[in-house]
């Protein structure tokens, strides 16, 4: 299957993806992470201004049948939900990659991008899936 | 990994596989939620070869069955099935059950969870009263036909008019040359029943199935989907609901103990705790606030001190709510009560229901 992996962003190695503007980070799940999933039922996101940390759990995604965690591509604040996910959870599985986005976080350090994949690794990644 | 009869075809409708109890078995095929409404909606396909079946028979196969078990095997007449329980000894329950009867008195088949296979073997043999015991396992392949058009679908295929038996009967007949035992039986709430074939002729109706039921919309269906339906009926799962622990009556499975009628395995210790009152008993409920219940969360009252906990939890598809099964105190059991589920650290408002959390049909 081909996924639309975008060029610009930045990626976990549990399929989150960042895209960043400045020290801005838009943070979502990639196409393989939701086909793996399947149908999606619900988002739980966390609060405008709470904290997050590198690679640890910031909030979880659902499908009928499993919880998985979502996983902070970078540390920061977060300042902006996408809260309409809570209401139309099936809808990142639509368009996981632009309006199925999750946060947007206030990264405190750009260094911290240097732990990420960029898209040429990112599909290695999963074409070893 | 060990493979049913279906193995093939169920790559070649493109199934997601995993393992299950041993088992690499289809998880889903084209998507959980579809699958699911096709079975409530029109009719669906179930591999269920891998679970076990143990034939008993002999003049002592009706003695070591009433021993090994909590229903009173002795009013089943040929062709009948019943639901049951194999106790153990401190009154905990070692496996759930389908005892069908072939020939009163000296012959029947007992499906056991694939789970359990192996330790139910052991049990069976360990416990026999002088019966001739045979894992039957690896004969049988089993497929599941569920759904509004099932009977429709079971009648095209092999003639047999499932519309005309009641629930848990069953009929042998020979198909295409195959040995074959149909039941009326299910794990979904709907209409339909389910086959036991020999593994080589399995996939030769499995695919019949598939083939005479295009215009009915069939669909194979996977273990995902097989466990939201049971969910929505709130059936036990072996695993879930039920393990070596349980107190039976708590389950809500009293019905199938017979202590009047027989002596059995784990008796003593099982009336006692019926006759200790119940302290816990296992309830549906539903989420107020946003959240879906997995099993092994904590119930709470709305004071937040603990009173139970969740054996099975879900997003409901037919109902689009997330719904739960869980043993709480007893007195927090009456319909409407209100609870909450810790869900990551949230308590999560929810509400004891009315269960099957579908209505039946």
Redesign the interface.
């Given at each position: 299957m081909a996924f639309h992996i975008p060029e610009d962003y930045y990626y976990t190695k549990e399929h989150e993806w960042a895209q960043v503007d400045e020290n801005i980070v838009t943070v979502g799940i990639t196409e393989f992470a939701q086909t793996q999933l399947?149908?999606v039922?619900?988002v739980?996101l966390p609060e405008e201004g709470q904290k997050v940390t590198q690679g640890t759990s910031f909030g979880?995604v659902?499908?009928?049948?499993a919880?998985s965690d979502l996983y902070c591509p970078v540390s920061g604040t977060v300042i902006e939900v996408n809260t309409a996910l809570?209401d139309d959870p099936a809808s990142l599985n639509d368009d996981p990659i632009n309006n199925g986005w999750l946060v947007r976080i206030e990264m405190d350090s750009e260094k911290e991008l240097a732990n990420l994949m960029r898209a040429p690794d990112y599909k290695k990644l999963i074409a070893d899936k | 990994m060990k493979k049913t009869p279906l193995h093939q075809n169920h790559l070649n409708h493109k199934a997601k596989m995993v393992e299950f109890a041993g088992w690499e078995m289809p998880i889903q095929y084209v998507g959980l939620k579809e699958e699911h409404l096709n079975v409530r909606n029109h009719v669906g396909l179930f591999d269920v070869s891998h679970m076990g079946e143990i034939r008993v028979q002999g003049p002592s196969a009706l003695k070591t069955l009433q021993w090994l078990t909590t229903n009173n095997v002795e009013i089943l007449e040929n062709g009948q099935a019943q639901y049951s329980l194999l106790p153990n000894a401190e009154g905990g329950l070692v496996d759930d059950i389908i005892v069908y009867c072939l020939e009163k008195n000296q012959d029947y088949l007992v499906c056991v969870n694939a789970s359990n296979e192996e330790k139910d073997w052991q049990h069976f043999q360990k416990n026999n009263q002088g019966a001739w015991l045979t894992n039957e396992s690896a004969h049988w392949g089993q497929i599941a036909v569920q759904g509004p058009q099932a009977f429709e679908l079971i009648q095209r295929v092999t003639g047999i008019e499932a519309s005309q038996m009641k629930p848990f009967q069953t009929k042998s007949i020979t198909w295409l040359g195959a040995q074959m035992i149909f039941a009326s039986t299910g794990y979904t709430g709907e209409k339909g029943g389910e086959f036991f074939i020999e593994a080589a002729s399995t996939g030769k109706l499995w695919e019949a199935l598939i083939e005479k039921g295009q215009n009915l919309n069939v669909m194979p269906i996977g273990l995902g989907a097989r466990d939201t339906l049971r969910t929505e009926m709130k059936y036990s799962l072996y695993g879930h609901e039920i393990n070596e622990t349980s107190n039976p009556y708590e389950a809500g499975l009293g019905w199938v103990i017979k202590p009047q009628a027989k002596d059995f395995i784990g008796k003593t210790p099982i009336v006692a705790r019926k006759d200790a009152g119940l302290t816990r008993s296992l309830i549906g409920f539903k989420t107020i606030e946003r959240g879906i219940p997995r099993q092994d969360y904590t119930l709470h009252d709305l004071e937040g001190r603990q009173i139970g906990y969740v054996t099975s939890g879900t997003h409901s598809p037919s109902l689009d709510a997330a719904i739960g099964i869980g043993y709480v105190e007893s007195r927090f059991s009456n319909l409407g009560t209100e609870i909450a589920v810790d869900i990551r650290g949230k308590k999560i408002k929810s509400v004891v229901c009315k269960t099957p959390f579908l209505n039946q049909k």
């Open positions: 399947g149908e039922v619900y739980d979880v659902e499908s009928v049948k919880v809570m | -």
